[in-house]
């Protein structure tokens, strides 16, 4: 995936499209005030400069799919797992709920299930029947979206051809009004995602590669305007 930070203008229309397709538990005001909000995307906010001359930029954060996963090695029932094709998974029916996981994630984007969940009437009404409800003490995160990767990849195999680039998007690059997320095949030369990263490498960036986790979500950074050229 590659977020393009100079187009985000933090509406948070990919964490509302998130909780939609993927049947995320609204969890009520006061566990929202210890910290316990069910988001698997979080639009994080940065401020610069002084009042009255202060800048707002935003970073959409989800779980960064890490080639290097420090979520997986600590979890003692292999609920965090990689898949073979590269995504970092959780299944639900194996996690004992240790939160060894959360604990270990640098990025903060694994979010537990204190409770049994609870969508207030009528949203109960629109779950997606292709996602799986999680039930208490289970820890869940960003999938990429895999039941579209899947449905995609099999769509592309009944029909005998290769996956279209750009076909298979996850919700939030779908719902992006400013189309700041893009969703494709890294190692594909021929993608847009790969012709964006390349094209703007002196921009591109993955949050925390310092720690060897392999993430696979690139940000481009702002492009930092002189002041001067606003006008
Ligand atoms: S971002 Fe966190 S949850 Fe996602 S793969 Fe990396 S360590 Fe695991
Ligand atoms: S929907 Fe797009 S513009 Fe809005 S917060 Fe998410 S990434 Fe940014």
Known sequence: MVIDLDRCTGCSACVVACNAENNIATVGDEQCARGR????????RFYEGEYPNVTAYHAPMMCQQCGNAPC??????FA???????LNQQ?????IGTRFCANNCAYHVRVFNFYEPYWPSPLEQQLNPDVTVR???????????VQRIRRATLDAKVEKR?????ELRPACV????????FFGELTDKSSLVNKLWEENAQRSLRVLQEKNTQPNVI?????QVPETDVL
């Not at 997986?72 to 029932?77: G, L």
């Not at 965090?80 to 590269?86: K, L, P, Q, R, V």
């Open 37 to 44: 909000n069910m988001q698997w995307i979080h639009v994080q």
């Open 80 to 86: 965090s797992s990689h898949s073979e094709d590269g």
């Open 174 to 181: 779908q719902a992006c009004p400013a189309h700041a997320m």
């Open 91 to 95: 299944v639900y029916n194996r996690c």
């Open 135 to 145: 039930g208490a003490g289970v820890m869940e995160k960003c999938t990429f979206c």
């Open 219 to 223: 940000y481009l950074k702002r492009v």
């Open 162 to 166: 290769k996956l279209i680039d750009g």
């Open 72 to 77: 997986e090695s600590v979890c003692p029932v």
